[in-house]
């Protein structure tokens, strides 16, 4: 079993700035692709920003220059650092990683209960 647990969500007024945090645990053999999704209220889910195994990113036009994604492959997290935040980013945020288990053949998809930051003054 595979466990994504997110961290570091709060209440922050615009401008400000949070790092979220990401652990993956159990018995895994290797995580490959991890990202970070948010869903705002009456919103659907949308991505915010995608790491690599190797350390490549990518994100939403709406977070680049704000948003920093990493990972650190030796601790199993990946982290997201928000700054320059806006009302706009008020979300539940979700982390996803593509994870083979061990002793699993196939990688699985997986996420995180969710962690939620509000911007707001």
């Known amino acids: 079993q595979v466990q994504l647990a997110e961290s570091g969500g709060g209440l922050v007024q615009p401008g400000g700035s949070l790092r979220l945090s990401c652990a993956a645990s159990g018995r895994i053999f290797s995580i490959y692709e991890m990202g970070w999704y948010r869903q705002a209220p009456g919103k659907q889910r949308e991505f915010v920003a995608h790491?690599?195994?190797?350390?490549?990113?990518n994100y939403a036009d709406s977070v680049r220059g704000r948003f920093t994604i990493s990972r650190d492959n030796a601790k199993n997290t990946v982290y997201l650092q928000m700054n320059s935040l806006k009302p706009e980013d008020t979300a539940v945020y979700y982390c996803n990683g593509q994870i083979r288990s061990s002793g699993g053949v196939s990688v699985s998809n997986y996420w995180g209960q969710g962690t939620q930051v509000t911007v707001s003054s």
């Open positions: 790491i690599t195994s190797s350390s490549n990113t």
